[in-house]
């Protein structure tokens, strides 16, 4: 049962680890499971869950199953919630404790679900609840995800003033600059309103921040077909929208986290961070080594300790973060120390390669000696993280291939 907590915008964006959507033990008569998250929507729940229970029960009857992840809303959304389960048997009610945001309710919505398709809709009935059944045919076509979209045909919003409009399409923006073929693939990515099919997303580690679960999905799932189906966002006619500023801030925080997390450019961003760390160690280390006002050691000795101790930082993070796929798959001392020999040597090479390139940049090309500086850096980093990537965190379980066996 809820407390009656204040509301508390204090309680943790939880939970902090990822959360991974199991995959069914097996088919159950529940085909959709359609998530609603709630804060603070007792104004709404009733109607909403009673408008689509009206739709789906003529489609889907006992094939379908509501489930309201409430996060302790201090005006007992809840409870109301749990009291409509008499009249609507097939809702179930999540109320989560100490726990706040809306992407990560829907998952912990979709842990518990049952059905093959999962499904999310917000609590305040922005979203018409006809949609749902919309978006179910687009998935008994065959789509992995179906997307409730405000700008595809006959969609739109309602009566948003122009600097909502704004705020709305720059978010979408910075989105799409940041991660374009994400985003990319639906006109609304911002959308709250989506069935996607459990096999796309099961099993996978999901962290999302914030608000939009979407994104994640896109990100992270096996989507293949995407259908979208235009809507009206409605206007809110019962209580508050929860977008705070912290909200926006997650929104970027999610996807400055996934630009860093995904495929090549994402580790080479991780790696140019680890590269940034090294430098900060190399300069405190050399100003402590050899400025007069510490212990005045000679230039080279200083210069050669403190690159090296930049580089052990470098493989440490290298090993730990950036790489971290491939180091989980070889484990071991001996294996760590393997890549750390290789790593030291091609940063070596690196080195001496930054000098050289600088000499011929500025000397023969006449660049700027800082220009040429910068210009010989990006180089090297280009070249540290190719070979590192192909060498030192290279995947070297080869599987045996039958035909070269017979050779
Ligand atoms: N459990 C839980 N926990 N639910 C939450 C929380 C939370 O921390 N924060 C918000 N919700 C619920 C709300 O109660 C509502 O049912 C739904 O999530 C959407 O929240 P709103 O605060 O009403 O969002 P909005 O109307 O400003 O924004 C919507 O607009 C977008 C339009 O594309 C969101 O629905 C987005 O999902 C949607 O994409
Ligand atoms: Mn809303």
């Known amino acids: 049962m809820p407390h009656a907590t204040p509301a508390s915008s204090t309680?943790?964006?939880?939970?902090?680890?990822?959360?991974?959507?199991?995959?069914?033990?097996?088919?159950?008569?529940?085909?959709?499971?359609?998530?609603?998250?709630?804060?603070?929507?007792?104004?709404?729940?009733?109607?909403?869950?009673?408008?689509?229970?009206?739709?789906?029960?003529?489609?889907?009857?006992?094939?379908?199953?509501?489930?309201?992840?409430?996060?302790?809303?201090?005006?007992?959304?809840?409870?109301?919630?749990?009291?409509?389960?008499?009249?609507?048997?097939?809702?179930?009610?999540?109320?989560?404790?100490?726990?706040?945001?809306?992407?990560?309710?829907?998952?912990?919505?979709?842990?518990?679900?049952?059905?093959?398709?999962?499904?999310?809709?917000?609590?305040?009935?922005?979203?018409?609840?006809?949609?749902?059944?919309?978006?179910?045919?687009?998935?008994?076509?065959?789509?992995?995800?179906?997307?409730?979209?405000?700008?595809?045909?006959?969609?739109?919003?309602?009566?948003?003033?122009?600097?909502?409009?704004?705020?709305?399409?720059?978010?979408?923006?910075?989105?799409?600059?940041?991660?374009?073929?994400?985003?990319?693939?639906?006109?609304?990515?911002?959308?709250?309103?989506?069935?996607?099919?459990?096999?796309?997303?099961?099993?996978?580690?999901?962290?999302?921040?914030?608000?939009?679960?979407?994104?994640?999905?896109?990100?992270?799932?096996?989507?293949?077909?995407?259908?979208?189906?235009?809507?009206?966002?409605?206007?809110?006619?019962?209580?508050?929208?929860?977008?705070?500023?912290?909200?926006?801030?997650?929104?970027?925080?999610h996807l400055i986290y996934l630009r860093f997390s995904l495929g090549p450019l994402g580790s080479f961003l991780r790696f140019s961070t680890v590269g940034l760390s090294g430098t900060f160690v190399d300069m405190a280390l050399l100003y402590l080594l050899h400025d007069p006002t510490n212990l005045g050691w000679g230039l080279m000795a200083s210069k050669l300790i403190s690159s090296e101790v930049a580089i052990l930082n470098n493989f440490l993070w290298n090993d730990l973060w950036t790489f971290r796929s491939v180091t989980k798959l070889q484990p071991g001392a001996l294996n760590r120390l393997k890549r750390l020999v290789k790593f030291n040597i091609i940063c070596l090479i690196g080195l001496s390669l930054n000098s050289l390139l600088l000499i011929l940049l500025s000397e023969r090309l006449g660049i700027h000696y800082l220009l040429a500086n910068l210009i010989a850096i990006g180089i090297v980093v280009f070249w540290n993280f190719y070979l590192n990537f192909k060498l030192s965190w290279r995947v070297t379980e080869v599987k045996p291939n039958p035909d070269k066996n017979n050779l």
């Open 11 to 253: 309680h943790p964006e939880s939970p902090l680890v990822p959360i991974r959507i199991p995959f069914l033990p097996q088919l159950g008569p529940i085909q959709l499971s359609l998530v609603i998250p709630t804060y603070n929507e007792a104004s709404s729940i009733r109607d909403l869950v009673s408008q689509l229970c009206a739709h789906l029960d003529a489609n889907l009857f006992g094939a379908y199953e509501l489930i309201v992840v409430d996060d302790d809303s201090p005006d007992y959304t809840a409870k109301l919630a749990q009291e409509l389960q008499q009249e609507f048997p097939q809702l179930k009610v999540i109320c989560r404790h100490q726990e706040r945001g809306l992407a990560t309710a829907v998952l912990r919505g979709w842990q518990a679900a049952q059905g093959e398709v999962l499904g999310v809709i917000d609590g305040d009935l922005q979203h018409p609840p006809e949609m749902i059944l919309k978006l179910w045919q687009q998935m008994q076509r065959g789509a992995d995800l179906a997307v409730g979209s405000r700008y595809a045909e006959s969609g739109g919003v309602s009566y948003w003033s122009l600097g909502r409009r704004i705020i709305s399409r720059g978010a979408q923006l910075i989105g799409l600059a940041v991660l374009p073929g994400i985003l990319g693939r639906v006109s609304d990515p911002l959308s709250g309103l989506f069935l996607v099919r459990r096999k796309s997303i099961a099993g996978i580690p999901l962290n999302p921040k914030g608000y939009k679960l979407l994104i994640e999905v896109l990100a992270r799932g096996k989507v293949g077909t995407i259908e979208e189906v235009g809507y009206i966002f409605q206007e809110r006619q019962n209580g508050q929208s929860k977008i705070q500023l912290q909200t926006c801030i997650q929104y970027l925080h």
